[in-house]
């Protein structure tokens, strides 16, 4: 049984920051790509940023250069370091593990509120 558990959100001032983790298991962590994702009220769910079994990244141009993803493969854990954070960041942050061929799976999020 794969399970993916996010924790680290909550309420944070803007210029905040924020660690997101995403701990796997029933997976063989260290083969899959692994991806952070958000959603806000109204918006569609977007990629935020990625991490593969190589540990290439990408980011999506919005958080670039304020947030870092990173794992920890004896861990089997993925993180997000948020700083500098802004209002437009408020979303349920995601994560998600994909190999092909296999499935992908999502966690079940955790919310990240901006907010003075």
């Known amino acids: 049984q794969v399970r993916l558990v996010e924790s680290g959100g909550g309420l944070v001032q803007p210029g905040g920051s924020l660690k997101l983790s995403c701990a796997a298991s029933?997976?063989?962590?260290?083969?899959?790509?692994m991806g952070w994702y958000r959603q806000a009220p109204g918006k569609q769910r977007e990629l935020v940023a990625a991490?593969?079994?190589?540990?290439?990244?990408n980011y999506a141009d919005s958080v670039k250069g304020r947030f870092t993803i990173s794992r920890d493969n004896a861990k089997s854990t993925v993180y997000l370091q948020m700083n500098s954070l802004k209002p437009e960041d408020t979303a349920v942050y995601y994560c998600?593990?994909?190999?092909?061929?296999?499935?992908?799976?999502w966690g079940q999020g955790t919310q990240v509120t901006v907010s003075s």
């Open positions: 991490i593969t079994s190589g540990d290439s990244t």
């Open positions: 998600k593990c994909a190999r092909y061929p296999y499935r992908d799976y």
């Open positions: 029933g997976i063989i962590f260290s083969i899959y790509d």
